[in-house]
């Protein structure tokens, strides 16, 4: 089964990231084997993060998010890389 890039927007609840840094020092991103974080941006205020995340199994995308929903509002977008996205509309230029 192929791998799924995920965009995950996380709005922090209350704006508080201090209590979503707190528990990743505790206790790590805390996500289940076969869900593979890419990479991450936070915006300058510190109230949002935008993860890559990728996986086989969109479960484990949902696993991981129910360890974080009580501190976190998720948005989540599938996506493909900028070079897949021009190998797919190349036909059409």
């Given at each position: 089964?192929?791998?799924?890039?995920?965009?995950?927007?996380?709005?922090?609840?209350?704006?508080?990231?201090v209590?979503?840094?707190?528990?990743?020092?505790?206790?790590?991103?805390?996500?289940?084997a076969?869900?593979?974080?890419?990479s991450?941006?936070v915006?300058?205020?510190?109230?949002?993060?935008?993860?890559?995340?990728?996986?086989?199994?969109?479960?484990?995308?949902?696993e991981?998010?129910?360890?974080?929903?009580?501190?976190?509002?998720?948005?989540?977008?599938?996506?493909?890389?900028?070079?897949?996205?021009?190998?797919?509309?190349?036909?059409?230029?």
């Open positions: 089964m192929a791998n799924t890039l995920y965009m995950v927007v996380e709005h922090f609840k209350n704006r508080d990231s209590a979503v840094y707190r528990r990743f020092r505790d206790r790590g991103r805390m996500a289940p076969g869900l593979r974080y890419v991450g941006w915006d300058e205020k510190l109230e949002r993060c935008y993860q890559l995340m990728e996986t086989h199994e969109r479960r484990l995308l949902e991981w998010m129910a360890n974080w929903n009580d501190l976190v509002e998720f948005e989540v977008y599938p996506v493909i890389t900028s070079q897949e996205a021009a190998e797919k509309i190349a036909p059409r230029l």
